[in-house]
């Protein structure tokens, strides 16, 4: 009996070794050294479930736009920094470095376009919209007028730019600006203190609008604006 348990304690040992030796697989690679080094830059967790934003933003719009667009710019610039300084630096230091740079053009569209969509997505809420309170609409009501007239003049904005673009509220010192940008060039590239944002891309609008920019605009506007995320940006 006891020759049994020794011989039984002899396999364990041996066992135990070529597992320590050469990995659980049994390939000689330990798992340490299969482990994927991590990438620069991670597609950052939406701030709500991809349902919250229906009916104006379907869940089925939030699993192309945010899970394969975003998720894109973000695995493109991975590969586009790798083993450069840059992927050390945050999304808005490269968007600002890169801007207008020649042969950076792939990483600024990148950068910027990682950047934008995550702050649309903040920049959105269930049950949001409509007129805002405190200095914000002090600061409206300063800017352009009335609620009413911001409110025009944004939808209008969102409605003129050509092709694909985003549409900003944007603070300069104590008044607030709407600036429209091409593709994927930012604010935040130009010096501008961002509020809030709106795709204009035809991805972000049109598998529940189609055509129809100006009911996505009018949704985003009435039904999904963050004010207090806004408030939250003011210098």
Same mark, same amino acid.
Not at 221 to 228: A, K, Q, S, T
């Given at each position: 009996?006891?020759?049994?348990?020794?011989?039984? %304690?002899r396999?364990?040992v041996?066992?135990? =070794?070529?597992?320590?030796?050469?990995?659980?697989?049994?390939?000689?690679?330990?798992?340490?050294?299969?482990?994927?080094?991590?990438?620069a830059?991670?597609?950052?967790?939406?701030?709500?479930?991809?349902?919250?934003?229906?009916?104006?933003?379907?869940?089925?719009?939030m699993?192309?736009h945010?899970?394969?667009h975003?998720?894109?710019?973000?695995?493109?610039?991975?590969?586009?920094?790798?083993?450069?300084?840059?992927?050390?630096?945050?999304?808005?230091?490269?968007?600002?470095e890169?801007?207008?740079?020649?042969?950076?053009?792939?990483?600024?569209n990148?950068?910027a376009?990682a950047?934008?969509?995550?702050f649309?997505?903040?920049?959105?809420?269930?049950?949001?919209?409509?007129?805002?309170?405190?200095?914000?609409?002090?600061?409206?009501?300063?800017?352009?007028?009335?609620y009413e007239?911001?409110?025009s003049?944004f939808t209008?904005?969102?409605?003129?730019? %050509?092709?694909?673009?985003?549409v900003?509220?944007?603070?300069?010192?104590?008044? =607030?600006r709407?600036?429209?940008t091409?593709?994927?060039?930012?604010?935040?590239?130009?010096?501008?203190?961002?509020?809030?944002?709106?795709d204009?891309?035809?991805?972000?609008y049109?598998l529940?609008?189609?055509?129809?920019?100006k009911?996505?605009?009018?949704?985003?506007?009435?039904?999904?604006?963050?004010w207090d995320?806004?408030?939250?940006?003011?210098?």
């Amino acid at each position: 009996m006891k020759s049994y348990i020794i011989k039984v %304690f002899r396999v364990l040992v041996v066992f135990a =070794l070529s597992d320590f030796i050469f990995g659980s697989d049994g390939t000689g690679n330990s798992s340490a050294q299969t482990v994927q080094p991590k990438s620069a830059f991670q597609l950052q967790p939406l701030p709500y479930e991809q349902n919250a934003l229906e009916p104006y933003i379907s869940a089925k719009t939030m699993s192309f736009h945010y899970g394969k667009h975003h998720q894109a710019y973000v695995d493109n610039l991975n590969k586009l920094v790798a083993g450069i300084p840059m992927a050390d630096q945050t999304l808005e230091k490269i968007a600002k470095e890169t801007t207008g740079v020649a042969d950076k053009i792939a990483i600024f569209n990148n950068a910027a376009q990682a950047w934008n969509h995550s702050f649309f997505w903040r920049s959105m809420k269930p049950d949001g919209g409509g007129k805002p309170a405190g200095r914000l609409l002090q600061l409206i009501e300063k800017s352009f007028g009335s609620y009413e007239k911001f409110r025009s003049d944004f939808t209008d904005a969102a409605v003129s730019q %050509f092709g694909s673009g985003w549409v900003w509220l944007v603070q300069e010192e104590d008044s =607030l600006r709407i600036v429209k940008t091409s593709n994927a060039d930012t604010s935040i590239a130009h010096g501008k203190n961002v509020l809030l944002v709106c795709d204009v891309w035809e991805h972000a609008y049109y598998l529940d609008y189609q055509n129809r920019r100006k009911d996505f605009v009018v949704a985003f506007l009435d039904h999904l604006m963050n004010w207090d995320f806004a408030a939250s940006q003011l210098k």
